[in-house]
Nanobody, 115 residues
Framework: QVRLVESGGGLVQAGGSLNLSCAAS????????MGWYRQAPGKQRDLVAHISSIGRTDIADSVKGRFTISRDNAKNTVYLQMNGLKPEDTAVYYC?????????WGQGTQVTVSL
């Protein structure tokens, strides 16, 4: 079994920054693509960014230029550096990973951006 644990969410003023982390633990013999999704109240869960095991990234247009995704393969951890935060970035952010042939989600971390 694999577990994803997220950290780094919180409340920040518009224009501020947050750094999310997601660490995978458990029965890991191969870690594939890892990434972040977000879901605002009443909306669907959307991809924010993901990164392959060799570092290839895909970032949503709505956050391009403001958010950066990275990973540390030795630690099975993926990061999301969020700069220039806007109120519309407010959502629950979920970590997702393909690990050891399985598909896993974290429990979610709340990000709230105030005016």
């Amino acid at each position: 079994q694999v577990r994803l644990v997220e950290s780094g969410g919180g409340l920040v003023q518009a224009g501020g920054s947050l750094n999310l982390s997601c660490a995978a633990s458990g029965n890991i013999f191969s870690a594939g693509t890892m990434g972040w999704y977000r879901q605002a109240p009443g909306k669907q869960r959307d991809l924010v960014a993901h990164i392959s095991s060799i570092g290839r990234t895909d970032i949503a247009d709505s956050v391009k230029g403001r958010f950066t995704i990275s990973r540390d393969n030795a630690k099975n951890t993926v990061y999301l550096q969020m700069n220039g935060l806007k109120p519309e970035d407010t959502a629950v952010y979920y970590c997702h990973a393909y690990i050891s042939g399985g598909d896993y989600w974290g429990q979610g971390t709340q990000v709230t951006v105030s005016l």
